[in-house]
């Protein structure tokens, strides 16, 4: 039974005041909030098991250790990944893409084509582009309509021969647009592209199946999935993983080091050059547990009443224009009012103790498109109610009449 009342008190933040005001949280897109149960483990590991971890023979190493590589077979199932060591834990979504561009320059010619869609975070964007300039490949754009979905007729016409890698959002981030991935996916394969999902978005609602995607590389951030920041995924599929080159040199990379040759480690060790975030790879793993312990498919149920509650609601108010109107999308709404700033907007409402996001999202070529320079983001999460929603509505009516 989904009892969100039940749910919320897990969630310490949820109960302070924000300039007097209870707190309504409704920036889950850029970050999720924390339930007490990742709080815990993050302190227990600083309180029991702090230690760094895989060259240790003493007993607070192994401990670490094991509880590190753990919670990476908990990321292994919740994602169905064949193999554990296809699951690298990187500092997050960025990271992992930045990983990935940084391994094809030995790997790309010049006059090769990558696809990148027009709906993406600026970090799904910038490391191709930078990419394109290391090895001469051009980058083409999938674009977008006005709906705020892919133009799929578009993208089947860009594909051909020379298409090596296809990048797209599972969600984005902005409108929350759910993108046809599967079919994405099955049409690069059929020219010889491999594809990278971007799932920062996605996974805080949908569990993916990298499996039965046929996905080439997905990668996601915790934080977005009430986990700590700093901590992310990225899969790859083992054969391409061991095509790519490290990422970075440096401790626990190594096979054999001498200043003749330096040979290096098997999956995934490979790519994860340092000490990681040991506290924070663990608590990706309890952030997994929890969200599983509620189930997708409840949560998943919920968000879709609260994106249909709000989206009714705040239609009802004069002016106000939702960016973004996919027929399959998350719970997210973008949205201006008139000719008001959105950040005039957000700032009275951070008054009222309501946080939203303004501004591009790190998607500036989506509100070009719009030719807007940005909107107000509300985006829910499981442990949001539709009271909270009501007063989102009063808020904005409010700010409205303050701002016209």
């Keep these: ?70 919670a990476r077979r908990t990321v292994q199932k919740h994602f169905n990944a064949a193999h554990a060591h296809e699951i690298i834990l990187t500092a997050g979504t960025t990271e992992s893409i930045n990983l990935i561009a940084s391994g094809y320059t030995r790997l790309l010619e010049e ?55 296809v ?8 409108l929350g647009t759910l993108n046809p991935i599967e079919e994405i996916i099955s049409k690069s394969h ?22 039965q995607l046929d996905v080439d590389y997905y990668v996601t951030s915790a934080h977005k999935l009430c986990g700590p920041t700093g901590v992310g995924m990225l899969y790859g599929k083992e054969s391409l993983l061991n095509k790519l080159p490290p990422y970075q040199g440096g401790g626990e990379m190594i096979a054999t080091v001498t200043f003749e040759k330096t040979t290096y480690a098997d999956l995934p060790h490979k790519f994860e050059a340092g000490t990681p975030n040991i506290a924070g790879g663990i608590a990706f793993g309890a952030a997994l547990d929890y969200m599983n312990s509620i189930g997708f498919e409840a949560i ?59 501004g591009h999202h790190c998607a500036q070529p989506i509100m070009d498109f719009y030719q ?9 999460a499981f442990y949001n109610t539709k009271q909270e929603i009501d007063r989102l509505v009063i808020g ?6 303050m701002l016209q």
């Excluded at 209870?22 to 309180?47: C, G, H, K, M």
């Excluded at 990048?167 to 902005?174: G, Q, T």
């Excluded at 807007?372 to 829910?380: K, Y």
Aim: charged fraction near 20%; glycine fraction near 6%.
């Design 1 to 70: 039974m989904f009892d969100v009342n039940k749910i919320r008190a897990d969630f310490p933040i949820l109960s302070r005041k924000v300039n007097g005001q209870d707190l309504v949280y409704f920036d889950n897109a850029a970050t999720s909030q924390t339930p007490r149960q990742v709080i815990e483990v993050i302190v227990d590991y600083y309180s029991r098991l702090n230690a760094n971890i895989h060259r240790g023979v003493h007993k607070l190493s192994q401990e670490a250790t094991d509880a590190y590589e753990q």
């Design 111 to 165: 006059g090769d084509e990558l696809l990148v869609s027009a709906l993406e975070h600026h970090s799904n964007i910038v490391p191709w582009q930078m990419l394109c300039e290391r090895t001469g490949a051009f980058l083409k754009v999938i674009p977008m309509t006005p709906q705020g979905t892919l133009d799929m007729n578009a993208f089947e016409s860009l594909l051909n021969s020379k298409t090596r890698l």
């Design 167 to 174: 990048f797209v959002n599972h969600v984005s981030n902005a």
């Design 190 to 211: 059929a020219v010889g592209a491999e594809v990278l999902i971007d799932g920062a978005q996605a996974c805080p609602h949908i569990k993916p199946d990298v499996q």
């Design 300 to 358: 998943a149920t919920y968000e879709a009443e609260l994106l249909e509650y709000a989206t009714k609601e705040l239609i009802q108010i004069p002016g106000l224009k939702i960016f973004g109107e996919a027929p399959k999308k998350t719970a997210v709404i973008s949205f201006n009012v008139g000719k008001i700033h959105p950040y005039d907007i957000g700032s009275i409402l951070d008054q009222m103790g309501i946080a939203v996001r303004t």
């Design 372 to 380: 807007i320079p940005g909107t107000v983001r509300a985006s829910f």
């Design 396 to 401: 904005v009516r409010k700010a409205v009449e």
